[in-house]
DNA sequence: AGTCCCAATGTGCAAATGTACGCAATTCGT
DNA sequence: ACGAATTGCGTACATTTGCACATTGGGACT
């Protein structure tokens, strides 16, 4: 991992560099070190994250929209990122800090968090900043992706996101999807995946993304789990989106194919029987899976741009 | 002050820059500007704050010197960061690292603080991560010195905490140490200080720092309100340091000249009486002054090292 | 012992960055 | 309206940085 001696001289590197503005030949004086091992120590310090940077956008809230959110959906909490004029670059990334720091604000030590998979997971875990104090727990909600990029498949955003946490990571040693309903049920009723499983169950949180059925983007589709002909079929049969591998139709029920059943992970319901559930999501083209998710009744708190609030809400009162 | 487009741009600047490591040529290209343009950008970006560099020290608290702490002297919680082999470079940044995430922990919305001032207070206030949840009000607990660096003095630290925790700034316009006890008086019944006074003292949380009388680094000293000789009466008098500008002796009374009622600030009564005080110090010089301290029951949270922790207990018993 | 392999360290150079200087546009005072 | 002062911006050049490549110095296996 990273020992001890090791780290406090990543830390002591980029701190004079970053922080006291030294150039890496003067460092390497201090620290009797060469020049090129400094530029390699904080190349490393930016890789494991010894040192972070951490943007102070001029993040605001649409604090209009997030009334209507909650109010339409019955949400406990919405976050909603005000978009501003520049062009959409970073919004994900300030999205995922207002869930970031949903997430640090309500984390309190001995708690278990259990999280899924996709890019705006990985997002708000990136944007949790180290040195929380305390102890969260931290366990995989559904298999692992093999065809994923790895970064952003669940096992290693558990790892991450406990040591960011400070707590112990338990994985789900699973693949997502089971070839067969039957091959499903055999590998549930293992004893670590039943133990991770449960254990998940009983977190006090949860963070999900929502998917939607687009064979261009799915993480089903490029794991090979679903061609686009199965995929074009789930959506003919009412499926609109995902979350936790879970399809769901525009009205939030659960899918009714045997897709569902083949994800080696939580259900909805076990979803919608948690304290709490955080999802983000942010896209015009997520809009009608989001409006299925948030119908779903699984989600507590939900984080979104504006534009894609707005596009919510429209899509949600234009139906009636 | 900063303007919300600038802001914009500074963050996106820093964004391209140290998160996806676009060179400066090339964010220029993107956004339309110049490179040098840019690299001023860059900069301004650093001095204003908008990028912050938070470095992850590997912080390990001592554990059994901070039970001893709290028991011995009747500390509701103590942070002891433990010494490791590296020399004491940055020590303080480390345990301003710990003081900063319990404020973090402990502030919720709608909850004022009150800081003064000192180095180990900006390093604690440098520490806490921009993108605070809530909004957390902040007051200034003494007059502001104005012969102090600017960045220490407690103004500026009033203010930047203030936008780090999303909360409004609330000044104490006067100087820290009036001429004489009457005038003092007069200062204090003045209705805008009379009023930050009053805030301050309602304030759920505060922040101080140790100081001892040594000439060579007190800030009273530096400021000018103190000579040398003046020092050395205070203390051959009994006085061994203080804590908001306020001096007490070794067994934590407040001291008995009339140095204290010549400040303009919070008396040690009014931190007694506050539901939290926290307070950090470390350095063997300050030993006997961080002893008093103890000692004057103020201190609820009490962050220091562990060296310093081991000689504040050593001197503790030595007495009796 | 020999030799293969790997990791750690250093060298040299091209690319990127920091900054002094100068020019133009704008503000401000008279 | 005029000039002084200030600000903003770009050019040119010195310094610093990133990185490909060479070198060294051990283990590990034969």
């Not at 978009?83 to 999205?95: E, F, I, K």
């Amino acid at each position: 991992m990273l020992d001890d001696a090791t780290h406090d001289l990543l830390a002591q590197v980029a701190a004079l560099y970053y922080e006291d503005e030294l150039t890496q030949d003067a460092i390497a004086a201090e620290l009797g070190l060469s020049r090129v091992k400094v530029y390699r120590l904080l190349k490393q310090a930016r890789s494991e994250q010894v040192i972070q940077f951490t943007i102070n956008w001029p993040v605001q809230r649409a604090s209009e929209l997030e009334t209507r959110l909650c109010q339409r959906f019955g949400l406990r909490e919405a976050l909603v990122l005000r978009p501003d004029s520049s062009g959409h670059t970073h919004t994900l990334a300030r999205v995922a800090q207002l869930g970031a720091r949903f997430l640090e604000q309500n984390l309190r030590d001995g708690m278990t968090l259990t999280v899924c998979l996709g890019r705006s997971t990985y997002e708000v875990i990136h944007a949790v900043r180290p040195g929380f104090q305390g102890h969260v727990n931290v366990v995989q909600a559904v298999g692992s992706i093999s065809q994923a990029t790895p970064e952003l498949d669940s096992a290693s955003l558990t790892r991450e996101l406990a040591a960011k946490l400070g707590g112990v990571a338990h994985y789900l040693a699973a693949p997502m999807m089971a070839d067969s309903v039957a091959a499903a049920a055999v590998l549930r009723s293992q004893r670590d995946i039943q133990r991770a499983l449960q254990l998940a169950r009983t977190a006090s949180m949860a963070l999900v993304g929502v998917g939607n059925l687009d064979p261009a983007t799915s993480e089903f589709a490029r794991a090979g789990y679903l061609a686009a002909q199965e995929l074009a079929d789930i959506r003919a049969a009412g499926g609109v989106g995902d979350m936790a591998g879970q399809i769901f139709s525009a009205d939030g029920q659960a899918y009714d194919g045997e897709f569902n059943s083949r994800v080696i992970g939580l259900r909805l319901d076990d979803l919608r029987a948690m304290p709490a559930v955080m999802s983000i999501a942010i896209g015009a083209s997520k809009t009608q899976a989001i409006l299925g998710a948030l119908h779903t009744g699984v989600i507590d708190v939900f984080c979104t741009d504006g534009d894609t609030a707005a596009a919510v809400l429209a899509a949600a009162t234009q139906v009636f």
